[in-house]
């Protein structure tokens, strides 16, 4: 993948040859006061027209093949590895931690040689001793590299040479009855592991056509990015590294990119969250590829693109589908020109192909069974007279003496019911009586309403729309937040608050950008 032309969001990012290795620059937009602030808006992120210096790589596992670190690789290693050592050179050093001065006791030494297609050769490993000393004889003349894990303390795992800029290190090369010397200062370092996934797509991306580089943002140069590494995925869009130096004040923060050459309706750079490393630590850091959507006429501006993207990811979440640019013209112009965003997410809330497709939904999930064409257009009709809200579908029709028939057709029956439907527990016989009693005297529509309106199954409602519109679950705060929005104003203003604010639009355009 490396040395391919690639794309980014609203513009082009070209990554061109400099030098011996690569280079690719991004300016940041102001966004009117009033509207959420966009993707490029945020300078920790790079922004259209970014540039990247990539360093080619010397590490075999750092190669684009390369699977995995080598204390993964070790223990995974090919048959024909070997611990086998015949010669007569040796590597000594002595091992200390850069935060303390102090030696690393224990510190597990590997040393290993690779194939041309980046496969363990040969390892052994030693221990070091109580004042951070090792020694490995016996070796042939060959190109070795040599990794530490401080398996005692928090400075993680680290290959010889390494640095915050090239995590993989050098070699050291040892001819026969030569004694080399490696001494190394341990820095902190932690794994970076995550998943690569694309928008609308129905599987993992493909490995042979998508790879994940980690990068930091150079210090000292605008929108300019420098490659760490770059990873394969797995089949199941998995990648890690385990060699990632921790952040240090030049270097605050990492970015994990996603490039794809496999798919013309993707974006060919995506990228996720900046995130921070620290010393034996473990950070996720997923990234979604975009996908890409048709310019708008006359919205070719940073703000239009921004907009652009909300609209689509809206038509997605709300109508299943992606808009034509006739329907998209008219939902940019109106956030363009200042409409608030929570207006333009209630008219999808509120739109009559919205509504049906939640009333078709209700009849699959909660009666078992498609929308008769009388239904359907009633509850619409009520709907748009305003004598029910979209949101009152799901209450009617757990309500409803159908549901009541297709389970069981008694009170305590329906109990036991909406205990496994809305609490997805089993409750017990009491609590069965109990509210088949109350159903009995206060009606089955007083009793949906009192699990309808538990907080534990509003925050079961708050938690798949984060899942949908914000692609995540819930923090604590957010969550108990919305709890209160839905209890207050409903569901239907739950999803209007989500799909309106700051972090929505943010992520619409991770999720698409245009050609």
Not at 375 to 392: F, Q, S, V, Y
Request: some cysteine; charged content about 15%.
């Amino acid at each position: 993948m490396r040395g391919i032309v690639k794309k980014f969001t609203a513009a082009i990012a070209a990554i061109v040859i400099v030098g011996a290795g690569f280079s690719a620059t991004p300016a940041f937009a102001t966004e009117p006061v009033g509207q959420p602030v966009p993707l490029s808006a945020q300078s920790d992120r790079p922004a259209a027209g970014y540039t990247e210096t990539i360093t080619p790589a010397t590490h075999p596992l750092d190669l684009p093949k390369g699977a995995t670190d080598a204390a993964a690789a070790k223990q995974a290693a090919s048959p024909n590895g070997s611990t086998d050592a015949v010669g007569t050179g040796s590597i000594t050093g002595r091992v200390v931690s850069s935060v303390s001065g102090s030696p690393v006791s224990g510190a597990d030494v590997a040393v290993l040689t690779f194939t041309a297609d980046g496969d363990v050769a040969f390892f052994d490993t030693v221990t070091a001793d109580g004042d951070g000393r090792y020694t490995v004889p016996g070796l042939t003349a060959d190109t070795y590299w040599l990794q530490f894990a401080d398996v005692k303390g928090s400075l993680g795992l680290q290959w010889w040479g390494a640095t915050i800029l090239n995590p993989y290190g050098t070699s050291v090369a040892v001819a026969d009855g030569q004694a080399r010397t490696a001494d190394w200062t341990m820095s902190p370092s932690g794994v970076v592991q995550g998943t690569v996934t694309c928008e609308q797509c129905t599987g993992a991306p493909d490995p042979a056509h998508t790879s994940v580089s980690i990068d930091v943002p150079d210090p000292n140069q605008a929108n300019h990015w420098n490659r760490v590494a770059e990873l394969p995925i797995d089949g199941d869009g998995n990648y890690i590294s385990y060699v990632i130096f921790a952040n240090t004040p030049s270097y605050p923060r990492y970015l994990t990119f996603a490039f794809n050459d496999g798919s013309s309706v993707h974006s060919p750079v995506s990228f996720g969250d900046p995130f921070v490393v620290t010393g034996n630590g473990k950070v996720t850091s997923n990234v979604l590829i975009s996908h890409l959507i048709n310019p708008i006429p006359g919205f070719g501006d940073e703000y239009g693109v921004a907009d652009n993207s909300v609209v689509n990811a809206l038509y997605y979440d709300f109508l299943n589908r992606l808009p034509s640019v006739g329907e998209a013209t008219g939902w940019v112009r109106l956030l363009y020109n200042g409409t608030p965003p929570s207006a333009v997410a209630d008219g999808f809330v509120n739109s009559d192909e919205y509504r049906l497709i939640r009333i078709d939904a209700a009849y699959k999930n909660i009666l078992g069974r498609g929308a008769d064409a009388k239904g359907r257009a009633d509850w619409l009709n009520n709907m748009k007279a305003g004598r029910i809200t979209t949101d009152d579908i799901e209450t009617s029709f757990y309500a409803s003496q159908e549901y009541l028939t297709n389970h069981g057709g008694t009170n305590t029956s329906f109990a036991a019911a909406l205990y496994k439907d809305l609490l997805h527990r089993d409750g017990s016989p009491s609590d069965w009586a109990f509210w088949g009693n109350l159903a009995a005297t206060r009606g089955r529509d007083w009793v949906i309403k009192q699990f309808w309106n538990e907080r534990e199954t509003i925050g079961e409602r708050v938690t798949l729309m984060y899942e949908k519109y914000l692609g995540r679950t819930p923090d604590a705060e957010g969550l108990q937040h919305w709890v209160n929005v839905a209890l207050a104003i409903g569901d239907s203003g739950l999803r209007s608050g989500l799909t309106s604010n700051q972090e929505y639009f943010i992520r619409a355009q991770y999720r698409y950008s245009e050609v």
